[in-house]
């Protein structure tokens, strides 16, 4: 990932987990807690693909499980999104750009539910039944809702960051020259054209050429 990126998708994610824990989380909404983390990798994951998704979503997964007031295991929040970044990166556009918002909203959808259920899952492996509780189909009713509701004021502007991160006027300048260069070579040595060398080339046989005329001039004179 290049040093934009992950400044961009640090910072991003920082925020994200800090409106999280000082704002959602003191709601006390009925059922699950709004994810602003996970809609924050969902919409890196959207822009950056599978790979950038999988790195974001554990870093950020990372973060979230050792802030306070985490009362899980280090590491489990990190599987997830790390997981869930993957495949939502699965679904980026092949152009970059989205024609519609159904895609994301589904993706949205999807990832609440896949995360809800993944965490509960390896909370059931490491001993952690709180979800048992609590009542799984209501947590994923409400994480499914709360997300979805949140998500058209979050992930779009979450996309429209990454995108304009990676439209980087030196990038372009460095890929300007790049082409200029490439242009450069093929013209000299890619057609198997050599101007310097057909210029040469040209001034040996207009002074041979001005050398024979000499010559014969000269012969004539004589005779």
């Not at 987990?17 to 909404?29: F, K, N, P, Y």
Request: aromatic share 4%.
């Amino acid at each position: 990932m290049r040093f934009n990126r992950m400044l961009l998708s640090t910072t991003l994610v920082i925020v994200a987990l800090v409106i999280q824990v000082s704002v959602l989380a003191r709601l006390h909404l009925p059922g699950a807690v709004p994810d602003l983390v996970l809609l924050t990798v969902l919409g890196l994951a959207l822009v950056y693909g599978h790979v950038g998704g999988a790195l974001i979503g554990f870093g950020a997964g990372l973060l979230s499980d050792l802030a306070p007031p985490a009362d899980h295991a280090a590491g489990r929040y990190a599987l997830v999104l790390c997981v869930i970044g993957y495949l939502a990166g699965l679904a980026k556009p092949e152009t970059g750009r989205l024609k519609s918002a159904t895609g994301p909203m589904v993706v949205v959808v999807v990832a609440a539910l896949g995360a809800t259920l993944l965490y509960a899952g390896v909370g059931a492996l490491v001993g952690d039944d709180a979800a048992r509780h609590v009542g799984l189909p209501s947590l994923l009713f409400t994480a499914a809702l709360y997300d979805l509701l949140l998500a058209p004021f979050v992930v779009p502007g979450i996309m429209a960051l990454a995108r304009r991160a990676e439209n980087d006027p030196l990038a372009e300048t460095n890929n300007a020259a790049k082409a200029a260069d490439v242009s450069a070579g093929w013209l000299s040595s890619g057609t198997g054209l050599r101007i310097g060398s057909q210029r040469g080339g040209l001034r040996m046989r207009a002074a041979r050429s001005r050398a024979a005329r000499a010559g014969r001039i000269k012969g004539v004179k004589r005779l």
